[in-house]
């Protein structure tokens, strides 16, 4: 978390607080590239510790769900270095390029699908001055952004030349593509509630009751909670996590559109996945589960600590529903892919609609009964 | 998919469009070296985007030439190589082989062999469904079922190990009786075991086959029609899952099943079709509590005595002749056949495996599902490769 | 304890099954099929001492070896398969063939025999059906119309045994390499030296 | 246990908010499973720090008792798959041991070649993990000596040595009586 401390401290917005590092005079774009440098840096290193913790957890909770340790050599206590040393292993390990991939795509997939995850970061509040660009379209932002990372399995699965691989492919973009919709209208509820797309702005409106004013606990909670349950099913489908895990699925793929990769491209997909779960828990627990606000972190505001402590709220928050989708996948069966389109557009569609009618009516009720 | 092709007159006004969309079919080839295959089959497969139009199975990879090397092994000498074919049922395999030596012997093996027998043919019943259930799971993507039916297994291996020393490939039941009778307090682990497993079966109940992904996976896919099953010669629950009620343990007992009181388990269309993966799979699920049943059963009853026929050698020397004994396997009949000329060693072994022929249906159930269904059906018909391929 | 009718030994059924080769074989006839019923006694176990010698008594007390063991119906005219089969599986109700193989006794035999196993679910009864094929003339009609099951059992005894199953709709080889030379399960099989390049001694 | 007979096939629950329901509740009772067992201790062991005993009769890597072994090849006769090889040489009633190996490339732990021992110096011991970089390591010689033992020694050349003293009692006597022949003559 040390890493994020600079930002905390930055006010809002990278480049104002690089303004006041240097003296006045020094052109907006040396700014704004120092700023996007460090960001990226910031994201890149938040990424890889966040990737790393996660196969380490994913892998625990898998064991002690599946009565067994899961690992337990490396690094001593229960095995905390492993990923490290997978991660090692990973760098070192030779790249292979087949023969007769398509090599241009083959090279640019993974680094693609990564590019995309990490720059959906760039609108997550991790408090309440640590948001690297509090864009008013922010959550918008993030849905476009990290669907991106579709483009980039798609070229995956086209430039392995192979036929499992573009499988999977294949079923990323349709699987994705359907995802899109209850996935963004599963999100008009919460932003019906604040009015605002903003996560920066929906944290902010959480603060009250004494931290607690989170928008599952608000009078709209009848609408929260149903909406929250399709936001995280289509996020799971969104962040390819079992059920929906088709274009990777092993049983049937072997293993999707990183069958050919190894080495450190395929450990551009690994981490792409932990961001992506990590983004869309992010974006669930600044919509849902009040950011970072939690009750009795108010009374530290303008201390030092405030900033941390905010952050960690919003981090343990947001793994905490990492560690559900972890569960998830290690509970269910997997879904076939007419039933996942079914499911998309027979069940999450229309539900959301539903609850999007609920909604407006709910909060246009709310308004005019409170005159505002 | 049951919608999505409508097929009505044309209407006043109406025009058919065709469209020229030339497309190709994919070859794609599930195995040899396939998550969803269960060992080193191949299965080429023909699609048409997701929807399968062709499927051929190409089988030989593990083919281990059990008929030809029973020809130039002793008759007791091929018993390790019954544990080879079902390597899950290695028990079944071992009582199928024994039992046929025995038919050309013309001997009846002591009652407490019988008992013994009974026990560890369905304790081994339970240990492959679980296998097969638990894989199942991982074929339709649940991986944790797996390892809890493995821990249950697990248990059971232990029972073996007890009582022959071996965990996987035991060469227990012998022609003549058993190698060697029940130790002190292998009984008592039986019976903690039962009473044990009926609690835990609950738990692959709700976790795996009650559970609606598994539902959806399974029922109405690959339905297998009860004269299909028939004419295909597919035993087992693969018989049972499409309602033709026959269970050679009651149909035609051998051993001491006759004295035994036990349900044959039928599919019944639980959550589809009668005869669909589901029903298949249903089928191990409670044939596993009825296996249960009958070693309970089998504890009670138990008598004391002698576990090997007094007059059965190391070198057996049946008379010339031949014996056809087909027993109820895991995974279907079992038959072995076997052609002797009087000496110590076989003329002519054949083994008849039940994976064999229910495999041979599988591929004819292929074409016109989806890729996903592929790794279902294959996984529903349970085959063991070692015994396809024997 | 009472035993049940439908079991006399501890392997299973066998007056039933010889029964109903009875039944079989006059209905067979009856129909004008050239069945043979043979019913050799079962085997019996010597007493004490006397097992382990048992083959070289039979050879000495029957020089023509005495066959034991399940009764069998033996077709004369391998010809005529085709309609005996359709016979047994619609009008005596062997609905379901558990196994088709093939036998060659002797290399100095002059014929294979070829094994069919039919089980008849409805009756509870077993039946083994054999028929000759000379291996000057190694072909047989394939039971594939009749019972689908046939299909890879045929399969696996055309490349085991060399038979032809005309009328098999898929007669590549099963288990061995397309490229296989050789019936390794006749007697008189030579084992290859080797095999692309891999020595099999 | 009543509860576990097979229940009757169920109405095909397939409405629309039918398979919402079973869909949400069906998950929700297997992520109860699942999550009771989260906190559950471990069912499997810590491999090689940790090992489950194996039981009396388990059949693992064999051990000789080779003071017993009367070299009658009956194990060796007896096993499926020749794995079993020995040699030795006799020197009268004792045994000079050259070598006894069983190739585990093959041994298949089938326990047949215990049955068949006349003296029961077969055994199958409860030692499983044979790890070696080479194929030929698998061969292992399940002798403890090689050649005659001291005892061995001793006894042979006592028995030779009584040998000797009788052959020369023999050559004696028959020079003895030849002489007395020759006497006679």
């Not at chain 2, 299965?43 to 190409?58: C, F, K, M, N």
Request: charged share 20%; with cysteine; proline share 5%.
């Amino acid at each position: 978390m040390s890493a994020l401390l600079p930002f905390a401290a930055a006010g809002n917005g990278l480049t104002d607080w690089l303004a006041g590092l240097f003296p006045a005079g020094v052109p907006f774009w040396i700014l704004g590239l120092l700023g996007a440098v460090i960001a990226f840096a910031l994201i890149m290193v938040f990424v890889s510790v966040l990737a790393m913790f996660s196969t380490w957890l994913e892998r625990k909770v898998a064991g002690h769900i599946q009565v067994r340790y899961g690992p337990m050599r490396v690094g001593g206590w229960h095995g905390w270095a492993q990923a490290i040393a997978d991660g090692v292993k990973l760098l070192i390990k030779e790249d292979i390029v087949l023969a007769d991939a398509d090599r241009a795509l083959f090279k640019i997939a993974p680094c693609l699908v990564l590019g995309a995850a990490l720059a959906a970061f760039v609108a997550l509040p991790f408090g309440p001055n640590a948001i690297v660009a509090d864009l008013d379209l922010g959550v918008f932002f993030i849905l476009a952004v990290s669907s991106v990372t579709t483009l980039g399995v798609i070229m995956a699965g086209w430039g392995s030349n192979n036929k499992w691989s573009l499988y999977g492919a294949m079923r990323e973009a349709a699987q994705v593509a359907s995802y899109e919709i209850p996935l963004g209208l599963s999100l008009m509820m919460p932003v019906m509630y604040y009015g605002s797309l903003s996560l920066h702005r929906a944290g902010e409106m959480q603060a009250d009751w004494f931290g607690l004013h989170w928008y599952v606990f608000s009078d709209s909670f009848w609408l929260a909670i149903p909406s929250f349950i399709l936001f995280f099913t289509a996020a799971l489908a969104e962040t390819k996590r079992s059920p929906f895990d088709l274009p990777e699925s092993e049983s049937e793929l072997v293993a999707g559109f990183h069958t050919e990769y190894s080495g450190i491209r395929f450990s551009f997909f690994f981490m792409e996945e932990y961001a992506a779960m990590y983004l869309m828990s992010a974006v669930g627990t600044a919509f849902w589960f009040g950011a970072w606000n939690f009750p009795g972190l108010e009374l530290l505001a303008g201390s030092a600590l405030y900033a941390p402590l905010a952050v960690t709220v919003f981090v343990v928050k947001s793994m905490i529903l990492v560690f559900v989708m972890m569960w998830v996948r290690w509970t269910v069966p997997r879904i076939r892919i007419d039933q996942v389109m079914t499911m998309g557009y027979k069940y999450l569609t229309p539900l959301c609609l539903i609850l999007v009618f609920l909604a407006s009516v709910w909060e246009w009720a709310k308004a005019a009964l409170t005159g505002a | 998919m049951d919608d999505t092709t409508m097929e009505r007159p044309l209407r006043e006004g109406e025009r058919l469009v065709e469209l020229d969309v030339r497309t190709q079919d994919v070859e794609i080839n599930m195995g040899p070296q396939h998550p969803a295959t269960h060992g080193v089959l191949r299965v080429l497969l023909r699609a048409d985007g997701e929807i399968l139009t062709g499927a051929q199975s190409h089988l030989g990879y593990l083919h281990r030439c059990a008929e030809k090397i029973g020809e130039s092994v002793d008759w007791l000498q091929y018993l390790p190589y019954t544990d080879r074919y079902d390597y899950l049922s290695a028990m079944n395999n071992n009582l199928a082989y024994s039992l046929a030596v025995e038919k050309l012997l013309g001997i009846e093996v002591p009652e407490r062999a019988q008992y013994i027998r009974v026990i560890l043919a369905e304790l081994n019943r339970i240990c492959s469904h679980l296998v097969a259930v638990g894989t199942y799971g991982l074929d339709i993507g649940a991986f944790t079922p797996f390892f809890y039916a493995l821990r249950e297994r697990e248990l059971l291996l232990d029972i073996f190990e007890k009582i022959c020393g071996a965990r996987l490939t035991y060469a227990f039941i012998r022609p003549g009786g058993l190698m060697n009778d029940a130790p002190a307090g292998w009984t008592d682990q039986v019976r903690a075991f039962t009473d044990l497993f009926e609690r835990k079966w609950r738990e692959y109940w709700d976790l795996l086959v009650d559970n609606k992904i598994f539902v959806e996976r399974t029922a109405n896919v690959g339905v297998i029609s009860e004269e299909q099953a028939i004419a295909w010669g597919c035993t087992g629950p693969m018989l049972r899952g499409s309602g033709v009620d026959w269970d050679l343990r009651r149909d035609q007992p051998y051993l001491v099943y006759d004295r035994l009181d036990f349900e044959v388990v039928v599919g019944q269309g639980y959550r589809g079709t009668v005869g669909d993966c589901f029903d298949r799979n249903y089928v191990r699920m409670y044939e596993m509590l009825e296996s249960n049943r009958i070693v309970r059963q089998c504890l009670e009853q138990m008598p004391e005595g002698e576990i090997q026929h007094p007059e059965v050698g190391l070198v057996l020397r049946p008379a010339p002749g031949e014996a056809y004994v087909g027993i109820e396997n895991p995974r279907g009949e079992l038959g072995h056949y076997l052609v002797s000329d009087g000496n110590k060693i076989a003329r002519r072994l054949r083994v008849r495996g039940p994976s064999f022929s229910n495999l041979a249906l599988a591929e004819h159930l292929l074409p016109g599902c989806m890729l996903a269904d592929a790794a279902a059906i294959i996984g529903s018909v349970d085959i063991v490769v070692g015994e396809t391929d024997r | 304890m009472a035993k049940d009718a439908t079991r006399d030994t501890a392997w299973g059924p066998v007056e039933i099954h010889r029964e109903a080769a009875r039944a079989a074989a006059d209905a067979l006839r009856s129909a004008g099929c050239p069945v043979e019923l043979h019913e050799p006694n079962l085997p019996t176990y010597a007493p004490p001492g006397e097992g382990k010698r048992l083959a070289k008594k039979h050879k000495e007390e029957n020089p023509e070896y005495e066959w034991r063991g399940d009764s069998y119906l033996l077709l004369t005219d391998r010809l005529r398969l085709l309609e005996v089969a359709r016979f047994l599986r619609d009008e005596l109700g062997y609905d379901m063939l558990i196994d088709a193989t093939a036998v060659d006794f002797d290399a100095a035999d002059d014929h294979l025999w070829a094994v069919y196993q039919l089980l008849a679910l409805g009756r509870k009864t077993r039946l083994t059906l054999k028929t000759m094929v000379p291996k000057a003339d190694c072909r047989i009609d394939s039971l594939v119309p009749v019972w689908p099951a046939a299909n890879w059992h045929e399969r696996e005894a055309a490349e085991m045994f060399g038979i032809v199953y005309t009328g098999h709709p898929d007669p590549r080889p099963l288990l061995l390499p397309e490229d296989w030379v050789g019936h390794p399960l006749r007697k008189d099989y030579q084992y290859p030296d080797e095999y692309h390049g891999i020595s099999c001694k | 246990m009543a509860s576990l007979q097979q229940p009757a096939a169920p109405a095909n629950e397939r409405s629309y908010w039918g398979n919402v329901w079973q869909a949400v509740k069906s998950t929700a009772v297997g992520l109860g499973i699942t999550f009771r067992y989260l906190w559950s201790k471990p069912f499997t062991v810590q491999y090689p720090d940790e090992k489950l005993p194996t039981d009396d009769r388990y059949r693992g890597i064999h051990y000789l008792e080779q003071d017993l072994c009367i070299y009658c090849q009956a194990c060796a006769k007896a096993c499926p798959v020749d794995c079993i090889s020995m040699d030795a040489k006799r020197h009268g009633k004792e045994l000079e041991w050259n070598f006894f190996r069983v190739d585990y490339q093959k041994c298949m732990f089938c326990e047949l070649c215990v049955y068949p021992c006349p003296k029961d110096c077969i055994h199958m011991g409860r030692e499983y993990a044979l790890v070696a970089e080479d194929r030929s390591e698998f061969v292992l010689e399940l002798t403890t000596w090689q050649g005659l033992t001291e005892a061995q020694k001793v006894r042979v050349a006592e028995a030779e040595a009584k040998k000797a003293a009788k052959k020369a009692a023999k050559k004696a006597a028959a020079a003895a009586k030849e002489d007395k022949e020759g006497e006679e003559k």
